[in-house]
């Protein structure tokens, strides 16, 4: 595989576990959103991952040149999360409902850390990746001048 489609792979996983990190960081900062311009609480983000070249199935991907295997990743859409919200008991909050209760964003705050710290150590690994990629070309430079 050349330096460029390495780099081009890496830089992918960076892009597309950056939206993630901003989706969770988003979910994170409104776990407590009971009204939204849209109405209704704050609505969970989920990152839905894709591939490019998109392939049927696994055996395509063992199939062919090194480099019409190489698949990049990127986030193919931000969709609202499909979770219904948590009913609290608030009689005394401005959201309330009729029968107190209050609609609060379904979002595990512990759950989301983890994800966060999931998506770092991914952007993390592609650096690592880019860079130990970058080093292996300089070597080859190197050798090719002696």
């Given at each position: 595989?050349?330096?460029?489609?390495?780099?081009k792979?890496?830089?992918?996983?960076?892009?597309?576990?950056?939206?993630?990190?901003?989706?969770?960081?988003?979910?994170?900062?409104?776990?407590?959103t009971?009204?939204?311009?849209?109405?209704?609480?704050?609505?969970?983000?989920?990152?839905?991952?894709?591939?490019?070249?998109?392939?049927?199935?696994?055996?395509?991907?063992?199939?062919g040149?090194?480099?019409?295997?190489?698949?990049?990743?990127?986030?193919t859409e931000?969709?609202?999360?499909?979770?219904?919200?948590?009913?609290?008991?608030?009689?005394?909050?401005?959201?309330?409902?009729?029968?107190?209760?209050?609609?609060?964003?379904?979002?595990?705050?512990?759950?989301?850390?983890?994800?966060?710290?999931?998506?770092?150590?991914a952007?993390?690994a592609?650096?690592?990746?880019?860079?130990?990629?970058?080093?292996?070309?300089?070597?080859?430079?190197?050798?090719?001048?002696?």
């Amino acid at each position: 595989m050349d330096l460029l489609t390495s780099l081009k792979i890496s830089s992918s996983g960076l892009a597309a576990n950056k939206k993630r990190m901003g989706a969770i960081t988003s979910n994170i900062a409104n776990a407590q959103t009971t009204r939204t311009a849209e109405g209704g609480p704050y609505q969970p983000k989920e990152v839905v991952f894709g591939s490019e070249p998109a392939r049927e199935n696994f055996a395509e991907i063992l199939e062919g040149e090194l480099e019409e295997k190489a698949q990049a990743v990127h986030a193919t859409e931000i969709a609202n999360s499909k979770k219904a919200p948590i009913m609290k008991y608030e009689p005394n909050h401005p959201d309330a409902n009729a029968e107190g209760y209050v609609a609060y964003p379904n979002i595990n705050t512990m759950e989301e850390m983890a994800n966060m710290i999931e998506a770092s150590r991914a952007y993390e690994a592609n650096i690592n990746a880019m860079n130990t990629a970058k080093s292996m070309a300089i070597k080859d430079l190197e050798i090719g001048r002696n």
